[in-house]
C-alpha cells in the first residue's frame, strides 16, 4: 500500500476513534477545560498527530495510549458526580475576589490575578466600577460571576412592592444530599433553621439534590428523581 494512503487511512481512522471518545466524554467537557482536561487534551492531539505521520509506530498501541489518556477525566467526572469532598477537591472551590463593593488582594495574589485583569473581567460584565459590585468570584471554570449591588441593577417588578435592601447571591445550603454549614453561616441561617424547614416540607436532607438559599430566607429546592418543589 503507498505510504500517503496509508497515512490517509490511519489519520481518518484516529479522527474517528477521537471523535467517539469525546462523545463519550460528553458535552461539559467541551465547553469549559480544567487544568487537567487541558494538558490531557494537548497530549492526546500530540500523540494523534504522530500516529498519522510516523508509520513506525504500531497503531494499537498508540490508539491504547490515547484511550488510556482520555479514561482519566472520565473517572474523574465520575467520583466527583458520586462524592462532593472528592469535587471540592479535584476542582476546587469559588474565590471570593469583591464582597460589599471592597476588593479582596489576599484572593486576587492567591489566584495570580492583577488589578488590571480584574477591572478588565468587569467590564466583559458592563460593570465599570469595582464599587458597584455587592459581590464577585472566580468561578472554578475560570468564568467571574458578578452581581450588582442593588441600587445599581436594572429595575425588576420586585423592587417596586419592596423596600431596597442589601442582598447576597443565593449559597448552596444542601448539594448531593449533604448540608454546607459554612453556606449557612454566610447568608447567616443556623442549622437548625434549616432542619425546621426542611420539617415543615416534610423531606429529608438525602432527597435534597440541591437546596438554595438567600439572606432573604427565600428557600428553593431541587430533589432527586426530577422531582422540584419550593
Given amino acids: 500500500m503507498p505510504e500517503y494512503l496509508e497515512v490517509a487511512l490511519r489519520s481518518i481512522f484516529i479522527l474517528l476513534s477521537l471523535f467517539a471518545i469525546t462523545k463519550l466524554l460528553g458535552k461539559k467537557q467541551l465547553s469549559k477545560l480544567s487544568f487537567f482536561e487541558y494538558i490531557t487534551g494537548i497530549t492526546v ?7 498519522s505521520m510516523d508509520l513506525g509506530l504500531p497503531l494499537s498501541e498508540g490508539l491504547m495510549s490515547i484511550f488510556l489518556w482520555f479514561s482519566f477525566p472520565l473517572i474523574f467526572s465520575f467520583l466527583s458526580l458520586k462524592s462532593v469532598r472528592f469535587r471540592r477537591f479535584a476542582e476546587g472551590k469559588p474565590t471570593v475576589f469583591i464582597k460589599d463593593g471592597n476588593i479582596d488582594e489576599k484572593a486576587l495574589k492567591k489566584e495570580k490575578y492583577s488589578v488590571d485583569e480584574l477591572l478588565e473581567q468587569l467590564r466583559k460584565k458592563d460593570v465599570f466600577r469595582a464599587a458597584d459590585v455587592e459581590f464577585a468570584s ?9 452581581l450588582l449591588k442593588r441600587e445599581k441593577r436594572p429595575l425588576v417588578r420586585e423592587d417596586v412592592y419592596k423596600i431596597s435592601q442589601k442582598s447576597t447571591p443565593p449559597q448552596a445550603v444542601i448539594s448531593d444530599g449533604e448540608i454546607d454549614e ?17 420539617a415543615k416540607r416534610q423531606l ?3 432527597s435534597i439534590f440541591l437546596a438554595q438559599l438567600d439572606r432573604e430566607g427565600n428557600l428553593t429546592f431541587d430533589l432527586y428523581n426530577w422531582t422540584n418543589t419550593q
Fill in 204 to 206: 429529608q436532607v438525602e
Fill in 45 to 51: 492531539g500530540s500523540i494523534a498527530g504522530t500516529l
Fill in 182 to 198: 459554612a453556606a449557612l453561616q454566610e447568608v447567616g441561617f443556623p442549622l437548625p433553621w434549616l432542619q425546621k424547614e426542611l
Fill in 138 to 146: 472566580l468561578d472554578t471554570n475560570g468564568d467571574l460571576s458578578v
